[in-house]
Each structure stands twice: as C-alpha cells, then as structure tokens.
C-alpha cells in the first residue's frame, strides 16, 4: 500500500496525529497535516492519491471548498471524517463520502481498503459506517 499517498486536513493535533499513526502502521504513505486551506493547497502540490478532510478546520468551516479542490484540481479522492456529518447532507460534488468521528483504527482500515479499491476501479462494497454521496452513487464507472 506503500504507493497510496494520503493528505491528512484536520487541525485537532491529536486527532491528526492519531489518525497519522494508523495510517502509516498500515502502510500508507502520509504526506501530510494540514489545518487550515492554505496548508492543505501546499501539501496538494504533492498529490495525494487519498485525502480524509475535516469540515471545519482552523481557518472556519473551508473543508468542502478543500475536499471540492482537491478532487476536481488534483484527481483526489477524497472522503470527509468529520463530527458535523449532518452539515453534508447532500454531499460535495467529486467527493466519496462522510465518516462520522469519532472513528476506530478498524474503521479507518476499513475504509481506506475501500477507498483505495474504488480509485482502481476494482468492485468493492463500502462499509456500513460510510455514507456515501448520491453524486458518488451516479458516477460513471463506480463500482460499489
């Protein structure tokens, strides 16, 4: 899993570290944390194949103008983790989907297993505990 690189856009530093953690104990490259939109346009430059975005960040609530960028700008796939899930009730074009936190390392293990199946085009089904977007349920070519 070692080519999957994810971008971490949460700015609770114990959240983020938490989440860093899991991830590279999976095997997952992670490129970064950003807090804040300007941080996460700097670590977008590294083009991350997998993003999970918090909504609302240091900068207020920028997380669906983030996730929306860096799934139409960079070709990220991008899922929210977020507490506020309810603010996204008709979702974000481009966008998978939303986690609710908080979440366990067996959720996130989960869900990154689909994540990076669905950007291959490989079938997967998705967990229980994501919620997926109507826009992701109609895009061309998925597989769920």
């Known amino acids: 899993m070692t080519d999957n690189r994810i971008l971490i856009v949460e700015d609770e530093f114990i959240v983020a570290l938490n989440l860093r953690q899991i991830m590279s104990n999976m095997g997952f490259d992670v490129i970064g944390i950003a807090p804040d939109a300007a941080t996460a346009e700097q670590l977008a430059q590294r083009k991350p194949d997998i993003a999970l975005v918090d909504l609302n960040l ?12 860096l799934s139409q700008e960079y070709g990220t796939t991008v899922l929210f983790l977020t507490a506020n899930a ?3 009730r008709d979702g974000i074009k481009g ?6 936190k908080p979440v366990d390392e067996q959720a996130i293990g989960t ?3 689909f ?3 669905h950007r291959v085009g490989e079938p997967a089904s998705p967990p229980p505990s994501l919620r997926l977007f109507p826009s992701a349920l109609n895009q061309e070519g998925a597989n769920f």
């Open 111 to 113: 869900v990154l297993d």
């Open 86 to 88: 309810s603010q996204l």
């Open 95 to 100: 966008t998978i989907g939303v986690l609710s």
């Open 115 to 117: 994540l990076v199946k």
């Open 58 to 69: 240091r900068d207020g609530p920028t997380g669906p103008e983030i996730g929306a960028k």
